[in-house]
């Protein structure tokens, strides 16, 4: 089993950058691929970016590519997402996420969860 517990969330101007950690326990998490999503209000919770275990395969939504970064540290069982050249629409709680089997876009395919950090972006 791994508990996730996500941090770094707050309140930035837009253009801001932001960046979130995920501190999981449990001796797997080596093992799993992890993902980011998020939920904006009065929406579904959607897809952010996902890595494998190793770090040496990531993919991103079109909203985000090409301004946040995905990235992890085994050795202390850490999961980050930078977020640089933020706006409004990134408003959100971001949840990290570890993933059980199939489509690794699809929440259903994530089967640990953190319980959320809030990010603002304010225009």
């Known amino acids: 089993q791994v508990q996730l517990v996500e941090s770094g969330g707050g309140l930035v101007q837009a253009g801001g950058s932001l960046r979130l950690s995920c501190a999981a326990s449990?001796?797997?998490?080596?093992?799993?691929?992890m993902g980011w999503f998020r939920q904006a209000p009065g929406k579904e919770r959607e897809f952010v970016a996902t890595?494998?275990?190793?770090?040496?395969?990531?993919a991103y939504a079109d909203s985000v590519k090409g301004r946040f970064t995905i990235s992890r540290d085994n050795a202390k069982n850490m999961l980050y997402l930078q977020m640089n050249s933020l706006k409004p629409e990134d408003t959100a709680v971001y949840y990290c996420?570890?993933?059980?089997?199939?489509?690794?876009?699809?929440?259903?395919?994530?089967?640990?969860w953190g319980q959320g950090t809030q990010v603002t972006v304010s225009s």
């Open positions: 996420a570890a993933y059980l089997r199939g489509d690794y876009v699809r929440e259903a395919g994530y089967n640990y």
């Open positions: 890595i494998s275990w190793n770090g040496g395969s990531t």
């Open positions: 449990g001796r797997t998490f080596g093992t799993y691929r």
